[in-house]
């Protein structure tokens, strides 16, 4: 589901209201797909009593919770701001993951270390 657009933080009656605009209107739309991109939490390195650097770990299920059809995301761009839902509904034979590791900013490009735990069964 796509929601075009986010209204400004307002009085609850007069943000009641502007969600009944068509601007505001929630937008479901149908797509097939080859891959799933699927992002990593920010989790930072730390160190353990002995000085040792810990990777953080997590499960395959919580990065695919972007896929379950309640979780939204807030995606800006230099004219708006909207939320996105995304949900499967059919799976294909074959499924790959393309897991975002890696973050550009001015100065240079960060890789995200952090372990992705598949289920064996």
Known sequence: SL??????PQPAEEK????QNSEYQELMVESSFMYLSLDL???PLYKDEKE???IPQVPLF??????NGATEKEYKTYKENFLKRFQLTRLPP???FCIKR????NFFVEKN????NFPIT
């Open 41 to 43: 939490p920010t989790a």
């Open 62 to 67: 919580s990065i695919l919770a972007k896929f």
């Open 52 to 54: 040792q650097l810990i």
């Open 102 to 105: 890696f973050t550009k900013n």
């Open 3 to 8: 929601c075009p657009a986010l209204p400004c």
């Open 94 to 96: 074959y499924l790959i």
């Open 16 to 19: 009641a209201q502007l969600l």
């Open 113 to 116: 270390p952090t372990i992705v």
